[in-house]
């Protein structure tokens, strides 16, 4: 059983459109991270949300924590083929200090 | 300037030869990480530093071990690798305070033959 449950698991999309993933819980997480992975490369941190009902912007993309601190989503407007790669949530639970990836999103987008 | 670097980059070994693989950081980071990255998977944590305390996931096999002789460097040996331990290897650190986000290095590609 993944700790952090990530929808859809593959994304082919076309350029302009829109999207969201999805990161769920059962657990509750102090913070979550979101990651983009492209092909041989380790993942890079996109950003940290850390209060519940948190949004945070960054150019096309906007990323929410729910309120309970078990769910995250990740929002794209007008995608990019620059866009395409493997997003994940990331996160420890409460004070603990292993750290869980999500099972991933596979995008693509199409130009 | 890298913060968390993995050497090799790319690392090809014999079936059943033990190797080492090399994870250094300049954050100064109590926390450090192992992660196995199959293809098209999501990084799955095999182990982890907390200072000089080492934490084994249980589903991590015997095969693979780590060692962390000081806070900058750690270590990742796999002592006798089969095909299906070819992967990416990710090393990652982490400030180890609630909310702290994690650092990764590039990986090393490790392929067995």
């Known amino acids: 059983t993944q700790l952090l449950e990530q929808s859809p698991q593959f994304l082919s999309i076309q350029e302009g459109e829109n999207l969201t993933v999805y990161c769920n819980s059962s657990s509750v997480f102090s913070s979550l991270q979101w990651y983009r992975q492209e092909p041989g490369e380790g993942p890079v941190l996109l950003v940290t949300v850390v209060t519940g009902g948190e949004v945070k912007k960054l150019k096309r993309l906007t990323f929410q924590f729910g309120d309970a601190r078990k769910d995250s989503s990740l929002h794209i407007t007008a995608a990019q083929p620059g866009d395409t790669g493997l997003y994940l949530c990331?996160?420890?639970?409460?004070?603990?200090?292993?750290?869980?990836f999500g099972t991933g999103t596979s995008l693509t987008v199409i130009p | 300037d890298a913060m968390v670097i993995q050497n090799p980059r790319y690392q090809v070994t014999q079936f059943g030869k033990p190797v080492t693989l090399s994870c250094s950081q300049t954050?100064?980071?109590?926390?450090m990480y192992w992660y196995q990255q199959k293809s098209s998977q999501a990084p799955k944590l095999l182990f982890h530093?907390?200072?000089?305390?080492?934490?084994n996931e249980a589903d991590t096999p015997d095969n693979f071990q780590s060692r962390r002789p000081n806070t900058s460097f750690c270590f990742l040996d796999i002592r006798s690798p089969g095909l299906g331990d070819a992967a990416m290897y990710l090393c990652?650190?982490?400030?180890?305070?609630?909310?702290?986000?994690?650092?990764f290095g590039q990986g090393t590609r490790l392929t067995v033959v």
């Open positions: 990652a650190t982490r400030g180890g305070l609630s909310g702290a986000e994690a650092f």
């Open positions: 954050l100064n980071h109590n926390v």
């Open positions: 530093y907390y200072d000089k305390d080492f934490n």
């Open positions: 990331a996160g420890a639970r409460g004070t603990g200090n292993q750290f869980y």
